[in-house]
């Protein structure tokens, strides 16, 4: 059987994550759980377990302090760290703590189900290390495609980082998403342009170039081929719609 301690310090979190856990009957089980790094310390040495799950921003001690803290103890637990997408980098320095795995917020039924099925049967623990570590890659481009969406954001510039073939790199983010490369960058800067279209002043030309666009007449087609009319007919549209309400 394998023993676990949740430290969260959100409640449904941590609920959720303890509902999760019970429902997979895997040979795992919650021995205690805590809403702060402190508290999770100190049930960490009282319970010893094999496993602790902990977020990493909490009050009193955070998640990464506490790891420290255990490590020094001498306890030999591994660590599976609770973080979202903002807290991605910060959650990368626990890889110099030894820190086993990462579940991504909002924690999916099937990250749990593999965290799991790795900590009962570590034989399977390479390959889905494998793929925790490359689903944690699209999920970081996915970051940075979001808030940099007006700069160049080449398929190449991410294979050169992440030292993958483009092709191979295509062929995760298609599989993660649901969209190809091309057609998520799309996607954004087209959801952004729609928002600065309704919600600011700004001329057509700036709007193309602030959601990276620099020819006013290419993001003119883009955007028609998005949402199947102008950048003026969906200012009227959706004007239209507004006075109705």
């Given at each position: 059987m394998v023993n676990i301690v949740v430290v969260e310090d959100e409640y449904k979190i941590r609920y959720g994550l303890l509902q999760l856990i019970s429902k997979q009957n895997m040979e795992c089980r919650v021995v205690g759980?805590?809403?702060?790094?402190?508290?999770?310390?100190?049930?960490?040495?009282?319970?010893?377990?094999?496993?602790?799950?902990?977020?990493?921003?909490?009050?009193?001690?955070?998640?990464?302090?506490?790891?420290e803290n255990i490590r020094k103890l001498n306890i030999n637990a591994k660590f599976v760290i609770l973080t979202g997408y903002a807290e991605f980098e910060y959650a990368q320095k626990g890889l110099r703590l030894g820190v086993y795995d990462y579940l991504l917020k909002p924690v999916a039924i099937s990250d749990v189900k593999n965290l799991l099925n790795r900590l009962v049967n570590p034989e399977s623990r390479e390959d889905g290390q494998q793929q925790a570590q490359y689903s944690r890659v699209v999920h970081d481009m996915v970051s940075v495609i979001k808030k940099n969406y007006a700069q160049r954001l080449g398929l190449d510039?991410?294979?050169?980082?992440?030292?993958?073939?483009?092709?191979?790199?295509?062929?995760?983010?298609?599989?993660?998403?649901?969209?190809?490369?091309?057609?998520?960058?799309?996607?954004?800067?087209?959801?952004?342009?729609?928002?600065?279209l309704l919600n600011s002043n700004m001329?057509?030309?700036?709007?193309?170039?602030?959601?990276?666009?620099?020819?006013?007449?290419?993001?003119?087609?883009?955007?028609?081929?998005?949402?199947?009319?102008?950048?003026?007919?969906?200012?009227?549209?959706?004007?239209?719609?507004?006075?109705?309400?």
């Open positions: 759980e805590a809403e702060n790094g402190y508290e999770g310390l100190k049930m960490v040495r009282d319970l010893l377990p094999d496993v602790v799950i902990t977020d990493i921003r909490m009050p009193k001690m955070d998640g990464l302090e506490m790891i510039v991410f294979a050169d980082k992440y030292h993958l073939t483009p092709e191979y790199l295509s062929s995760l983010f298609t599989k993660e998403t649901g969209s190809n490369f091309s057609n998520y960058i799309k996607g954004v800067r087209m959801e952004k342009a729609k928002e600065l001329k057509i030309y700036d709007i193309a170039l602030r959601v990276g666009y620099p020819d006013q007449k290419y993001f003119s087609k883009v955007f028609k081929e998005y949402t199947g009319v102008s950048a003026k007919e969906y200012v009227v549209a959706n004007q239209k719609e507004i006075r109705v309400y």
